[in-house]
Structure formats: C-alpha cells, structure tokens
C-alpha cells in the first residue's frame, strides 16, 4: 500500500515516467499527468543513444553515467528488453585533422574523468569504418534504447507498483498557498499535492507562473523533432555495429 506525501508528477516523458517509476518502487503515493499520449514530446522522438561521449565532465557527464548504471544495474531484465536497452557501445569518429585534435582533448579529459575509451587508427579501424576515418573514440559503456518505448514501458512498471497514470489530463494550474503548491489542477479534478514534480519538458512553465501557458507565443517558431534509424551507407559493407558520431551527423 503507498504511503507518505502525495506526489504529482506532470508530463509523461522519460523524466516524468522515470521520476513515477522510481517513486513508486519505494511505494510512494504518486500520479502522473500527460496531457497527450506517454512519449509524445522529445522522448519519443529522439535518438536513443545513452552517450558520454557528448557530454564535457561536469554535471551532464555524472548524470549520463548515473543513467547508465541505472539501465545496467538497477532495472529489471524484463523492463530493459521492453526499452530495447542495446549495449552496443558508441563511437565518434574524425575525418578531418581538426576534428581530430578536438576529439583527441576531449577523449583525453573524458578519460581524465574515469571513462574508459579505446582509440581505433588506420589498421586498428573496424572493416565497416570508411578509410577517411583518422581517429575513432570507442566506449564501450555507452548504449542504445528504442526511445518511444521507455517512458511506458516505466509507466507501465510504476503503475504495477500502484502509481495513477492518466494519459489525455493536461495539467491546467498550480494552486499555491504558503509559497508552496498545494494541489494541481486538471479539466475536472483539484488534486492535493503535497509535491509536484514539473517534468514537462519544453513546456514547463516559468517556476513564479500559477498557470500553464496554453501554447507557444504567435509567431514562435515551431521544432519538428526527429527520429533517427540506424543505416548501413556503403552497400555490401557489414553495418556499423555501434551508434556513430561525426559531430555533424550520426547514424
Ligand atoms: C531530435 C532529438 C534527438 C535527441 N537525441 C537524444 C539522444 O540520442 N539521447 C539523449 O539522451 N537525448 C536526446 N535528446 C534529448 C531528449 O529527447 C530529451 O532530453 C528528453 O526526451 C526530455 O525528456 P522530458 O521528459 O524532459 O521531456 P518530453 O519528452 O518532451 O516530455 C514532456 C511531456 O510533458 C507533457 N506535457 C506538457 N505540458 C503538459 C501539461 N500541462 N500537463 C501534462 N503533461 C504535459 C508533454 O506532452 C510531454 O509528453 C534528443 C532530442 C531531440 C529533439
């Protein structure tokens, strides 16, 4: 049975979803509003790469690796194949000398900060690596999900551990007295709080608003996020068999 503070958990992203998810494993009562579908803002549109290796040290970088461990470590075989958790590890590649001396600082502070990376050069360079390639950062830490699939994959898991997910409930206001917010409300519901977690992503409101912004600002221009797929460029060439960077494109 949950106990303890009432959570509401607003947007049914990776963040809101892994938010719910982990709540709810330690039995806390929480509720997760998404005003469309799960996954129907960045989450569901992006790469899917679990990547340090575009993250400087600092901050991102722990947090990145934290998110790794998480994925290897603490979720269940059944919830890391749902995701399509891949652990295939990720390249960056070079082809031109300036790219190279760039990868090569940031492979050497990467290193610096306890990644491990191998470094692939001429005959080191895999079969499916063009000959243009000058140096190749490989991290075998790194990995990939089907990223549609993670956020209701963890509803799916917190809901079974007594989390209220409500898919197509916007929320409309924040209700604050005290200085604190007390209760979220929705079209046709007030719901006590006694935390909210804001995971809307793009749309979060500035922390000082009591309502939500319906819509970008006239004029605003619009984001069409994209999805990726993994391809194989060279015909009769045996296909990457780790996520690749070039810093302009990845594949
Ligand atoms: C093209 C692209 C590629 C990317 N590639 C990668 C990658 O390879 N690896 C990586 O780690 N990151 C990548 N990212 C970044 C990653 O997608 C985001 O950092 C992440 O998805 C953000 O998750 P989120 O839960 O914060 O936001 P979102 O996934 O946007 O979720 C926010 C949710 O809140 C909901 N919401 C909004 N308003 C309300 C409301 N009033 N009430 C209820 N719900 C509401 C929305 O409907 C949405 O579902 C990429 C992003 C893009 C655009």
Known sequence: ????????????????????????????????????????????????FLFLQSKAPGPLLELARESLELYRRELPEAIRRACRFRPSGGLVVA???TTE?????????????GIPLQRWRGSDLPSWLSTRV??????????????????PTLAAA????????????PARALE??????????????????????LAAGAWTP??????WAPRPSPGAPRLSPAGGNCCSPLRGRPSPRSPCWTGVIWL
């Open 101 to 113: 001396a760039l990868l090569e600082r940031r492979a050497a502070a990467l290193e610096a900060a």
């Open 158 to 169: 917190a809901a079974e551990a007594g989390a209220d997910i409500r898919e197509y409930t």
């Open 1 to 48: 049975m949950s106990v303890g503070p009432r959570v509401v958990v607003i947007g049914g992203g990776v963040i809101g979803a892994a938010t719910t998810y982990w709540l709810a494993r330690r039995g806390r009562r929480v509720t997760l509003l998404e005003r469309g579908r799960l996954s129907g803002g960045a989450s569901g549109e992006c790469g899917g």
């Open 95 to 97: 082809t031109e000398p």
């Open 176 to 197: 604050q007295r005290g200085g604190r917010v007390r209760a979220v409300r929705t079209d046709s519901e007030r719901l006590e709080a006694d935390w909210v977690v």
């Open 206 to 211: 500035p922390s000082s608003s009591a309502c």
């Open 134 to 151: 000058r140096l190749a950062t490989h991290c075998p830490l790194e990995a990939t999900v089907m990223p549609a699939a993670v956020a």
